[in-house]
């Protein structure tokens, strides 16, 4: 039996804009999925899952034709379970075992759907479990490179590699098309404040996507957030966090212009400024789910607490592990 974890993200800048070959900085936070693989004899893969924002469930099959018969909302569930199926493939594949079965178990600290990067976690831990179970050992950008082709296919060949490089290798990254790197970050102090909800990723970026073929300011709000990045790079060099935050903020007024943020998302974006946080954004695709803000002190947690439209706040720091074995 092994069990491996990955850690979610928040984009610290740029989503979006990463569609159109814009650079982005999504960072790793300390809030994990944890997967356990333990490999079987008949081939059949049996998958537990909690704490995914969906009651636990139990499915067993043995090939995608099974129908899973479980008491949750389906499309949850069979995202939850194509991601993992995706995983498996991937491992199966890595260690040249295309017949292995699996017992796997999910725990996840990471809300679904919420920008917060749950998927590419599971999928790297996933990989990463199933591939030591059966006696691989893979590099972080191997687990990474596998990811991303996992999540290739299971959202029909839209994903960038910033969710799963990040997942994978943790701490700070930088991500423009297929140039993925890591950089060099100072603690970021991390509030998180999750709506409740989720946003539809692909009709988001379906959006912008009209939007910026409609009209031009569109499509240079979306080179303009490239410019926030690229001075967000300069200020994370340099460990300013002031400055991070001030450029978060314009991050965000031009992820609102272009469409993407809700009034919950705003409602607890005001809140965190007026608490006194360094900075605050949506993260992720928007429509709903989580902002993050900048501050030391515990003022922004405590006034998203009270915050209406506000569901859950919490503190995650900068997570310079990525992929790991948490027991083996
Ligand atoms: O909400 P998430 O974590 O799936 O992030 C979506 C980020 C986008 O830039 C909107 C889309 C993408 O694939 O990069």
Redesign the pocket.
């Known amino acids: 039996m092994v069990v491996s974890s990955a850690p979610g993200?928040v984009?610290l800048f740029?989503?979006?804009?990463?569609?159109y070959g814009e650079p982005?900085v999504?960072c790793a936070i300390e809030r994990r999925a944890r997967v356990t693989a333990e490999a079987r004899d008949d081939g059949r893969i049996r998958v537990h899952a909690e704490d995914l924002s969906l009651n636990g469930f139990t499915v067993e099959y043995s090939d995608e034709t099974d129908a899973p018969d479980v008491d949750a909302s389906e499309s949850l569930v069979e995202a939850g379970i194509s991601y993992i199926d995706a995983a498996v493939e991937q491992a199966r594949e890595a260690a040249g075992e295309p017949d292995a079965g699996f017992d796997i178990t999910v725990e996840s600290e990471i809300p679904l759907?919420?920008?917060?990067?749950?998927?590419?976690a599971v999928t790297a831990a996933g990989i990463d479990a199933g591939t030591r179970e059966l006696g691989v050992e893979l590099t972080a950008e191997e687990v990474a490179e596998r990811a991303y082709q996992a999540e290739l296919e299971v959202?029909d060949g839209?994903?960038?590699r910033?969710?799963t490089f990040c997942s994978a290798t943790g701490g700070a990254v930088r991500?423009e098309g297929d140039d993925c790197r890591s950089i060099e970050a100072p603690d970021l102090p991390f509030v998180i404040g999750f709506d409740g909800g989720a946003?539809d990723?692909g009709k988001?970026?379906a959006g912008?996507r009209a939007l910026r073929e409609e009209y031009d300011f569109a499509a240079d709000t979306v080179g303009n957030i490239g410019d926030i990045v690229r001075s967000g790079e300069e200020a994370l060099a340099e460990g300013n966090v002031e400055e991070l935050g001030k450029l978060m903020n314009f991050n965000h007024g031009l992820l609102e212009a272009l469409g993407?943020s809700s009034r919950s998302l705003d409602q607890m974006v005001w809140a965190a400024r007026d608490a006194g946080a360094l900075g605050a954004k949506l993260?992720?695709?928007?429509g709903g789910?989580c902002i993050v803000a900048l501050d030391p002190t515990d003022a922004t947690e405590t006034a998203l607490g009270y915050t209406p439209g506000c569901e859950d706040a919490f503190r995650a720091e900068l997570d310079t592990d990525g992929v790991r074995v948490e027991e083996a």
Request: overall charge negative.
């Open positions: 993200k984009y740029g989503e979006h804009a990463v569609v982005a999504p759907g919420a920008g917060l990067g749950s998927s590419a959202q839209e994903a960038s910033a969710d991500v946003g990723t988001l970026v912008v993407v993260t992720g695709a928007g789910g």
